[in-house]
């Protein structure tokens, strides 16, 4: 019982991390996103800007990457030839989107630092914003209209969740940051989104971009947006259960040594005479001691076995039938359970063994 109870533990914390990072290769790579409000809640403060950007660069050590971001409104309808997409997402990045995100380049290029010098009409699409406008044709060097405004498509990126997402819409349309800038005017919300190297930095990494931009930002009010809130949540949820279960385990284990222990003082007791015939024989005390340590630790591995077996079925079967959910067999789980029940048997019947060496040779032949 206590070998399946660590078993069944080990089992349920792999599937719900299989599952978080499933989530998680769905999304962009956990970043969050500052914005600033003035005192009254309402009128939306400054944009943040490149200075903003270098200042948390500087001060934050935790930043994997940050990249500057600006959405435009107003612009939703992309065309090429005779096919159109409309309720497009449209997006001016920095030339570091791409680390920031995470996203993979599937055809083409991302931009150059030259695009952002030249303020070249070029754009990246994604994906789903691909298929919707060229079906099967490749969309490299084709001419696309944003509007009245002409782009020529030089790179083709992964369709991912931003993890910000309000409603379907038909793609993902990114410019460089100064172009976008020159043909959205006003019509542009501009702020950073900022990586950090884990997910469990995040809570940390909040709380220090909210006192840099506070400093900067003077009578504002800094908020941030986390594209992971929810998986945080989520693993934290889980890290909990996984300790409930843990702690379920331990006790479990401990009622199973308390059985062995029993098994192992009640046959010492039985074989007096078998012991004291060993040792009239000629049989060390570390000898008998360690034949009944053998005798508990043969019943712990068997019993552990047939626990790490009975659970291993049956989580495939559950992840297979009721939920869906990834799981494979793990050595690793299934030493470290296994290493659960030797330790058990050992520890259990250590002092019950250590009584049989003590056991009074003349008594025991006497006895016969």
């Known amino acids: 019982m206590g070998v399946a109870a660590i078993s069944a533990t080990l089992n349920i914390a792999d599937i719900t991390n299989a599952q978080i990072e499933a989530k998680l290769a769905e999304r962009d790579k956990p ?26 660069k ?56 030259v695009d952002f010098e030249q ?56 410019l460089p940051s100064t172009f976008a800038g020159a043909i ?5 919300f501009s702020t950073l989104q900022i ?3 884990q997910l469990d930095d995040m809570p940390q990494l909040k709380e220090k971009v909210k006192q840099v931009l506070s400093k900067r930002h003077p009578k504002t009010v800094v908020e941030t947006f986390d594209n992971a809130a929810d998986l945080l ?20 284990l401990l009622i199973s040594g308390v059985g062995i222990a029993n098994i192992t003082i009640a046959s010492v007791l039985e074989r007096i005479e078998e012991i004291g015939i060993r040792r009239a024989l000629g049989a060390t005390q570390f000898e008998v001691m360690v034949q009944f340590i053998l005798e508990a630790l043969l019943l712990s591995i ?8 009975s659970v291993h079925g049956l989580t495939q079967t559950a992840t297979t039938v009721i939920i869906q959910a990834p799981y494979q067999f793990s050595v690793a789980n299934a030493a470290l359970s296994m290493g659960a029940a030797v330790a058990v048997g050992v520890g259990s019947s250590f002092f019950p063994a250590l009584k049989a060496t003590k056991v009074d040779i003349i008594a025991a032949l006497r006895s016969e």
């Open 195 to 197: 990586s950090p190297y």
């Open 184 to 188: 959205a005017g006003n019509f542009q």
């Open 58 to 113: 500087l001060s934050i050590a935790i930043i994997r990457s940050i990249s500057s971001v600006s959405q435009i409104y107003g612009i939703g309808s992309v065309q090429y030839e005779e096919n159109e997409a409309k309720d497009v997402r449209t997006y001016g990045v920095s030339q570091n989107y791409i680390s920031t995100t995470g996203r993979k380049i599937l055809q083409g290029r991302f931009f150059k630092a």
């Open 119 to 174: 303020y070249r009409p070029v754009a990246v699409i994604d994906q789903k914003l691909a298929a919707t406008l060229f079906r099967k044709q490749s969309p490299l060097n084709q001419a696309i209209f944003l509007a009245n405004t002409r782009l020529t498509v030089i790179g083709v990126v992964e369709t991912k969740s931003a993890g910000q997402e309000f409603g379907e819409k038909s793609g993902t349309l990114w």
């Open 302 to 309: 068997f019993g552990g076995t047939l626990a790490i077996i």
């Open 233 to 252: 949540k989520e693993r934290e949820l889980q890290k909990s259960a996984t300790q409930a279960l843990a702690v379920v385990g331990v006790i479990a």
């Open 31 to 56: 970043y969050l996103t500052p914005y600033i409000i003035s005192e009254n809640g309402f009128a939306v403060g400054d944009d943040l800007n490149q200075d903003d950007e270098v200042a948390l």
